[in-house]
């Protein structure tokens, strides 16, 4: 990740921690640190419009043994408000989940805000199923991808 896509992705992290009341303390810095190299934690996936960072996506893949599948999940998406309304969250979502289950994966999960009717009915168009005894924590599983 370039220093100018780190600090990029950095603002809008800061961005949707403020559109959902949070706060975040990820910067720039930690961006580089836990998605490359020899600390990397996560994958951050960017979408771009003439060079320009339009979203992003934060993952990681982890071993789930009690279903023993490796699993992607999907920590943080956001699209900046300019791009929103142009499918760019379907083909991350498209890319991301591909990707996964080319690597292994036998599911991907991601989780959001109950209220976040825009997500939640994105996640459900996009085949995702909740998980039982929740509203928003949404699965995707390799064979009914």
């Known amino acids: 990740m370039h220093e100018e896509d780190a600090m990029m992705v950095a603002s809008m992290n800061q961005k949707l921690s403020h559109s959902e009341d ?41 071993a789930s043994f009690g279903s023993k599948a490796k699993v992607r999940q999907i920590d943080l ?6 791009f929103r309304g142009l499918g760019i969250a379907a083909d991350l979502l498209t ?3 591909a990707d996964a289950f080319l690597q292994g994966c036998g599911r ?15 996640y459900k168009k996009f085949g995702f199923k909740t998980k ?14």
Request: proline fraction near 1%; charge should be negative.
């Open 132 to 145: 039982p005894d929740t509203r928003n924590h949404y699965q995707l599983f390799a064979d009914k991808a």
């Open 22 to 62: 949070k706060a975040t303390r990820a910067d720039a810095q930690f961006f580089r640190d836990y998605a490359l190299g020899a600390q990397k934690l996560a994958t951050v996936w960017v979408a771009t419009d003439d060079n320009k960072i339009t979203g992003f996506m934060v993952t990681r893949d982890w």
């Open 95 to 97: 890319h991301v989940t």
């Open 108 to 122: 991907v999960d991601i989780q959001t805000e109950e209220s976040n009717e825009d997500s939640n009915a994105l």
């Open 77 to 82: 998406l956001y699209i900046d408000e300019e």
